[in-house]
């Protein structure tokens, strides 16, 4: 069993940064991948991006690609979302999710990959 809290939400202005922090408790060992979602309300919860605990491997969605960066500080037991160069359309409530699984071949940006989730954290970025 894993518990995830995410931190780090806010309310900024577009080109601003913002970085999200996810704590993890239970059983930290046990997790393969951890990954960062977001949704908004009526749409579908949509991967951002994803990391490899083992081989520190990262996914990310096209769209953030070049801004945001997901990283581990093992001795927190955190992982971070840095964002950077906000835009109005990055407002979201963000997730932070894992699973135990060994090795991927793909999915990693899917919900249905991941077992653990946090509450959310919101994020909104004005023009």
């Known amino acids: 069993q894993v518990t995830l809290m995410e931190s780090g939400g806010g309310s900024v202005q577009s080109g601003d940064s913002l970085t999200l922090s996810c704590v993890a408790s239970?059983?930290?060992?046990?997790?393969?991948?951890a990954a960062w979602f977001r949704q908004t309300p009526g749409n579908q919860r949509e991967g951002i991006a994803s990391?490899?605990?083992?081989?520190?491997?990262?996914v990310y969605a096209d769209h953030v690609k070049g801004r945001f960066t997901i990283s581990r500080d093992i001795a927190k037991n955190t992982f971070t979302l840095q964002m950077n160069s906000l835009k109005p359309e990055d407002s979201a409530m963000y997730y932070c999710?894992?699973?135990?699984?060994?090795?991927?071949?793909?999915?990693?940006?899917?919900?249905?990959?991941?077992?653990?989730w946090g509450q959310g954290t919101q994020v909104t970025v004005s023009s």
């Open positions: 990391f490899n605990t083992r081989t520190t491997t990262t």
């Open positions: 999710a894992t699973n135990p699984l060994v090795r991927m071949i793909d999915g990693f940006l899917l919900p249905k990959s991941y077992s653990y």
């Open positions: 239970g059983n930290t060992p046990s997790i393969g991948y």
